[in-house]
C-alpha cells in the first residue's frame, strides 16, 4: 500500500503596518525579486487605490475593500484563499510559489494569522511563513501613541521594517526605536529608504511562537473613510493647495490620504498620498490600457468626518462649478462616497 502524499504547504506573507507606513512600496519592491507571488491587497476605504501602485507587476491579485480584514471583510479571505489554492492545484505548472497579503492600515492583522492557523482546510494547504510590520521613523511614535491598531501590528512582526529613516530627526528615530525595543524585541529589525532593503532578508523570515488564544469577534475601530471619484481631469496646482489646507486644517483626524489624480496637461495620472499634516510630492504613474480618466482619492480619518466631508464638499464646487458633488453613505462602513 502506498503511503497518501503529503499536500504541499503554500508559503503565506502578511504585510502589516499602519497607515503610511510604506507598506505598499515595500510591497513593490518584494514583487520585483520575486514576482512569482499572488497578491491579496486589503483596503480600509470603499474605493481600492493599492492595485494602481502595482500596475508594473503581471501577478495574480484579489481586493478586498470596503473594511478591514480584522472586523468587516474578515469573512472574505477564506474564499480567497480557497479560490487561489484550487486554481493552483489545477494547474501542472504553478502560477505562483507564494501568497503574500498586505493587510489594511488600520487592521489588527491577529484575525489574519487566525484564519491561517484555525481553519482546517487552509491549515492543511498553506503555512504562515511570516508577519512582516512596517513602522515610520517619522510618524510612528505618535501612530503607537494614539492607536493600539499600531500596537497590535507590531506585537505580532516577524520582521520589523522601519521606513522613512532618511527624513526622521535623530530624536525622532531615538523615540521610535524605543517603542520597537518594547513591543517588538524579538523582530528581526531592517532600516530602509524607498522600500531599498535585500529582499532575500524579508523571505528568508525567522518565525516567532504564536498563541493560539480566543479571537475576539467584536472588533470596533474610530476610522472612517471619504471616497472621492473625479469623472474629469484636475487642475493639479489648485487642487493641490486645497488638499493641503485639509490636511493642515484637520492634522489629528485626517490620518491618511491616497489617490490617483488626471490632469489635463499629461495623459500619465499622478500618485497623490498625504499622511497627518504632509501631503507629499505627487508622482506620476506610467500609463496603462485600463486607465478610465478618472481620479480617484479615499481619505482615511479618525473620529466624526461631518465637518471634513462638508469642506470637500467645497472643495468641489469651486473646482467644478458646473456640477454638482453628490454623495452616498455606503452600508458596509461609516463614511462618504463622493462624485463629482
Request: glycine share 6%; charged share 20%.
Amino acid at each position: 500500500m502506498n503511503p497518501t502524499k503529503p499536500i504541499e504547504r503554500i508559503p503565506v506573507i502578511v504585510i502589516s503596518g499602519f497607515l503610511g507606513s510604506g507598506k505598499t512600496t515595500l510591497l513593490n519592491r518584494l514583487l520585483q525579486h520575486a514576482p512569482k507571488s499572488a497578491v491579496i491587497i486589503n483596503e480600509f476605504g470603499s474605493t481600492p487605490i493599492d492595485q494602481q501602485l502595482l500596475r508594473d507587476h503581471n501577478v495574480p491579485m484579489s481586493v478586498l475593500a470596503g473594511g478591514c480584514l480584522c472586523c468587516q471583510v474578515r469573512g472574505s479571505l477564506t474564499p480567497v484563499l480557497k479560490n487561489l489554492r484550487m486554481a493552483w492545484d489545477a494547474k501542472a505548472d504553478k502560477p505562483f510559489d507564494r501568497v503574500i497579503i498586505e493587510t489594511s492600515g488600520v487592521a489588527n492583522p491577529e484575525p489574519v494569522l487566525d484564519t491561517l492557523l484555525r481553519e482546517r482546510w487552509l491549515s492543511a494547504r498553506y503555512h504562515l511563513h511570516g508577519v512582516i510590520t512596517t513602522v515610520s521613523a517619522v510618524s510612528g511614535a505618535e501612530s503607537l501613541e494614539r492607536f493600539t491598531e499600531a500596537k497590535a501590528q507590531l506585537g505580532w512582526a516577524d520582521t520589523v521594517v522601519l521606513t522613512h529613516g532618511d527624513l526622521a530627526s535623530s530624536a525622532q528615530l531615538a523615540t521610535t526605536n524605543a517603542w520597537l525595543d518594547k513591543l517588538a524585541p524579538s523582530a528581526a529589525r531592517l532600516n530602509v529608504v524607498l522600500g531599498a532593503v535585500a529582499p532575500d532578508l524579508l523571505l528568508d523570515l525567522s518565525k516567532k511562537m504564536r498563541p493560539l488564544g480566543q479571537m475576539q469577534n467584536d472588533v470596533e475601530h474610530r476610522f472612517n473613510s471619504i471616497s472621492l471619484q473625479l469623472d474629469d481631469p484636475i487642475a493639479w496646482p489648485r487642487f493641490q493647495i486645497a488638499l493641503e489646507s485639509l490636511l493642515n486644517k484637520y492634522p489629528l483626524q485626517l490620518v491618511r490620504l491616497k489617490g490617483v489624480v488626471f490632469t489635463p496637461e499629461c495623459p500619465e495620472p499622478l500618485l497623490i498620498q498625504g499622511v497627518a499634516n504632509k501631503l507629499y510630492p505627487p508622482v506620476r504613474l506610467p500609463v496603462r490600457a485600463s486607465d478610465d480618466g478618472k481620479s480617484r482619492l479615499v481619505f482615511i480619518t479618525v473620529g466624526d468626518v461631518t465637518s471634513l466631508a462638508e469642506d470637500l464638499m467645497a472643495i468641489l464646487r469651486v473646482h467644478f462649478p458646473n456640477k454638482s458633488p453628490i454623495y452616498q453613505q455606503p452600508d458596509t462602513q461609516r463614511g462618504y462616497i463622493f462624485t463629482a
